[in-house]
């Protein structure tokens, strides 16, 4: 149903003394992440620190590699003696195996 208009004068909304505050219209959004040049300096970095590990790690191999070097120059003459006495013992074995063998050929 509708309502019959009254003989009152219509009341009319109106804006509040000195006005409507202002509206700012400028966009507020928020950051979507660090710069790019931002990115290229961090990758900068770590590729650089990456490089920094490599290059000590390979000090550090060769360190341990001629550390191993020296010692095995070290135990060398002992390996060396350790053998050749094996070599003898094996070869007077054979010597005698073979002098078994042959002892009974004459002229050997």
Known sequence: MSVRPSNL????????PGGYPKVDLVRAVPS???KGWQIWAGAALMIAWGFNR???TNREAAVQKLEERKFRYA??????AEADQEYMEREEANLKEEAEIMKDVPGW
């Open 32 to 34: 979507r992440g660090p």
């Open 54 to 56: 490599v290059g000590k």
């Open 75 to 80: 135990v060398v003459p002992f390996l060396q």
């Open 9 to 16: 004068p219509p009341v009319q909304d109106m804006p509040p």
